[in-house]
């Protein structure tokens, strides 16, 4: 992992410590309470803190490797709403060889994989993006996707960018919470 997925996801390393029920705790005991180390339920206990259920599916999506299916797409299909409420708003004429709701739910996959996995990002052009994306080249040109279709993307970005932060302070705060509160 680069360092921009690693400064990225920092926050969310301590979730991935014991989190089933047959992990190991790898903590030692808080001196002087007699209490237990966190266990698993400590560390749901942060995912169950969070405001938003954008947060919490992209909470499951980073510590379980965007393996939760079900996280994938509450997310992806998240992400594609804010694509098509935009676009209706600005009044886009919908796309003429791809519906608007195909082609925002392609584009909300992509940046929900370059979200989840940073360094892959680096390595697409624009045609490469679409390609990635599932866009074909008859369905849609990369000028007219740059022009018409990439500020929807951004704001799928920003969106994206603000649960992961959303998320992580709230790891962050509930962790300092759970020490804080078994040290007294």
């Given at each position: 992992m680069n360092a921009v997925?690693?400064?990225k996801f920092k926050?969310?390393?301590w979730l991935t410590h014991g989190l089933?029920?047959?992990?190991p705790s790898i903590e030692p005991v808080v001196r002087g309470t007699g209490e237990k180390p966190l266990n698993y339920q400590d560390r749901l206990g942060a995912i169950a803190s969070m405001d938003t259920q954008?947060?919490?599916?992209v909470t499951a999506l980073i510590i379980f490797n965007g393996k939760s299916e079900s996280d994938y797409e509450y997310v992806r299909?998240?992400?594609a709403k804010i694509m098509i409420k935009n676009a209706t708003v600005d009044k886009k004429r919908e796309p003429e060889h791809i519906p608007m709701y195909h082609l925002a739910w392609l584009i909300a996959r992509m940046v929900l994989d370059f979200a989840l996995d940073p360094e892959q990002e680096d390595n697409y052009?624009?045609?490469g993006r679409l390609a990635y994306a599932g866009i074909k080249t008859y369905q849609m040109s990369t000028e007219c996707?740059?022009?018409t279709w990439k500020p929807y993307e951004n704001?799928?970005?920003m969106s994206i960018e603000s649960a992961i932060d959303e998320a992580g302070k709230a790891v962050e705060a509930y962790k300092k919470n759970t020490y804080k509160e078994m040290k007294a």
């Open positions: 997925a690693v400064e926050s969310f390393e089933t029920a047959s992990s954008l947060a919490k599916s299909n998240h992400l052009t624009a045609k996707y740059r022009k704001l799928m970005i």
